[in-house]
């Protein structure tokens, strides 16, 4: 007993709070039901079936039966993370748009800002239990990847690259799940909202970025046939949209043909200053805080003066 209070004792002392009351309770929750383990068993049954009918459609068109190339590597690996972006695209907002909202939906939610936990912890918590189960599923899809890296094609380097890509773009649309779950009422509305932001990062960004193009098209051409204006402006639209991201870190070169696309320097072609996976994640670093900040304001109900 003593060395047990000493324990908690200490624990206090250096201020060791990383697994509070409502983390703790989240993770038994949520990882302790028959739904997370069916959850995991479709999302690998899904991205494993993608990747064996991906390996097989590619053997039937090289027409080389056994032989396997480490070109047809690299494009199995680009769909297969393609594929799984999709997914968590599909999954992240569905595990975080209802978690304050069904709090409130089941009337618990007054009963735990009545605990000594805080509005960031509170949100925080939430965020990282949602998360934690998708990061699992996608950890547990390795062994999917494996079967494409080993033929080679691939570095190691991509691939911690596009699984740390992965972890991020789950917070970000994390982040937008939980604000839209506590300044919303209804978890209905706020899924909807939810998937809403994330088809218009997904679809709407395009959509915004041909427009532009076509304009541009029109616009930045004299009579004579030269173009007068740069609008390689245009090209960082592209740097919102988290598919476009994800292929400039499967191919590199991506980033300055989107930077020097519709740029008035005929015949020269300038470096890109950043990558845009690496635009990607300053601009939703910024959103995600934001969205963070105003969901733990929103959290509790304030007294109008």
Known sequence: MKEQALAKNN?????????????????????????????????????GLMAMSAVYLTQVMSGRG?????????????????????????????LTAGV????????????????????STIILSKLVSSLSFMILIVISTIPVYSMI????????????????????????????????????????ISVIATYGVTLFIFVGTVIIYFVLQGIA??????????????????????????AVALYSILDPSISDHINNNYSNRSGHIKGSLLPVWLKFMIIYTVLSSLALWLAIRKLRPRLKR
């Open 100 to 119: 304050i909202s069904g709090e409130r939906e089941k009337q618990t939610l007054n009963l735990l800002l009545t605990t000594q936990q805080s509005s």
């Open 149 to 188: 890296f080993l033929y080679g094609g691939v570095s190691p380097k991509q691939m911690i690259l596009i699984f740390l890509f992965y972890v991020f773009v789950m917070f970000v649309l994390g982040s937008f799940g939980i604000l839209f779950s506590t300044i919303l009422k209804r978890t209905m």
């Open 11 to 47: 624990g206090r002392r250096f201020g060791i709070k990383w697994i509070n009351p409502v983390l703790d309770k989240e993770f038994r929750l949520r990882m302790r039901t028959p739904r997370a383990m069916w959850t995991l068993f479709f999302y690998l049954f899904a991205i």
């Open 217 to 242: 098209e029109q616009a930045s051409y004299n009579s004579a046939g030269v173009r007068t204006e740069d609008y390689s402006w245009i090209g960082n639209i592209l740097a919102w949209n988290p």
């Open 66 to 94: 056994g032989a396997y190339n480490p070109e047809q590597s690299k494009v199995l690996f680009s769909f297969l993370s393609m594929a799984q972006l999709g997914l968590v695209a599909f999954m992240a907002p569905g």
